[in-house]
């Protein structure tokens, strides 16, 4: 069966609250018969509260509403995120008196409280699920959508993989990227060059390795495939290969499957927020211009669906090029806009082929838009009264 994706524009026809989209999440939770569904639940509302001075993750307005919908419903919410972000939430107005329920550190204080789950996938043999995550048995997922140097974009998916693991496993879901060898310091047998190899990449992301004498280290978070130190290495020394860039996406999607078997089938929802798409995660702690118009909220059963959704409605948009911090390059036109800021090796949509090859959900959908915007005419302003 093809699963439903339910969609509230960011667009409005009337300048009237009731199109917008915090009124438009509470029509998605009624399509997601969450509050019938939740009754006698321990829900775990999975969301990123950023760190520093971030401004652009989901509105304290938004989470407020996905929390007084689960108490209706009967259902006893609170908050998870890791534990470096749930310190210091309330300097970003992420309290139990904002939001309406408590925030903890899924892992525990110290990070120590997880529940090991076994699957092998390249350096990963074993998962460390954050404890919070275990113990709770309904799932909100609510992410916020923007990009990722690592993958390309960022939303319910990543929100899962990385942010339901305690730190040791999420280092090595970043250490996939090293899992297929690509220096070969026995074909560039000059020391001197390797200097001249980290000095061809504008961006910093060849490095000496810190461990083994003459090897180089790429951070593929930094490397956008621009190809220039292919141009100054001996030849077969260095590769720069789909391989390396995809390993985190589908690294993050075993992960997503070992966080989803946590619970039962049809306790798990997700939504996506596409609102202020900064170029890189939130886990910078800082918010760039946007780089991309807003789109909406989209919210499934599904999570292939839903991040595809998302993928498919930005797809066609041109990025918002005088937004870009000038630090960034962008040297291809093609694929998702994502792609073209982050390179054409992080093709955002690989992590959902992936993740449906797994089971975990489809990326054919539906699309349901909850309030179509209307064509109207030019209409008089709504009066503000000046006294209450």
């Known amino acids: 069966m093809t699963p439903t994706v339910y969609f509230g524009s960011a667009h409005q026809a009337r300048l009237d609250a009731k199109e917008t989209l915090p009124a438009k999440l509470e029509i998605i939770l009624e399509r997601l018969h969450l509050r019938e569904r939740v009754k006698g639940e321990l829900v775990v509302l999975k969301m990123h509260v950023g760190n520093n001075m971030i401004y652009s993750t989901i509105h304290p307005i938004f989470v407020r509403r996905v929390v007084q919908a689960i108490k209706d419903g009967g259902g006893k919410p609170f908050i998870a995120d890791v534990d470096w972000d749930v310190e210091g939430a309330e300097t970003r107005a992420y309290t139990t008196e904002t939001v309406g329920c408590p925030i903890y550190p899924a892992g525990g204080l110290k990070d120590s409280h997880f529940v090991v789950k076994e699957k092998a996938y390249k350096n990963l043999k074993e998962w460390k699920v954050a404890g919070l995550i275990n113990d709770a048995t309904f799932l909100v997922n609510f992410a916020h959508v923007k990009g990722h140097p690592s993958c390309g974009f960022g939303g319910a998916m990543k929100n899962l993989a990385l942010g339901c693991m305690v730190g040791e496993t999420r280092g090595a879901i970043h250490d996939a990227h090293h899992y297929d060898r690509y220096w070969f310091a026995e074909k560039c047998p000059d020391p001197r060059m390797l200097n001249k190899i980290i000095k061809s990449c504008p961006f910093g992301a060849i490095v000496k390795d810190k461990h083994k004498e003459g090897e180089l280290h790429i951070h593929f978070e930094q490397c956008n495939q621009c190809m220039r130190c292919l141009k100054v290495t001996p030849p077969g020394s260095l590769k720069i290969e789909r391989v390396n ?17 946590t619970f039962e089938k049809k306790k798990a929802v997700h939504i996506d927020l596409v609102t202020h798409q900064s170029p890189v995660c ?7 211009l946007p780089i991309l118009p807003d789109v909406g909220i989209f919210g499934s059963d599904d999570i292939i669906a839903v991040d595809t959704s998302v993928l498919d409605a930005t797809a066609k948009m041109k990025l918002i090029e005088e937004n870009l911090p000038t630090s960034l390059e962008v040297h291809t036109r093609e694929g998702h806009p994502y792609q073209q800021l982050h390179g054409p090796f992080k093709d955002p949509y690989h992590v959902l082929r992936y993740g449906e090859s797994l089971g975990l959900g489809s990326m054919k959908y539906r699309l349901e838009d909850v309030m179509p915007v209307e064509n109207i005419s030019p209409a008089a302003l709504g009066y503000i009264k000046a006294q209450s």
């Open 245 to 261: 860039f995809e390993s985190f996406q589908e690294a993050a999607a075993n992960s997503v499957s070992v966080v989803l078997s």
């Open 282 to 288: 939130d886990c910078f702690g800082f918010t760039s």
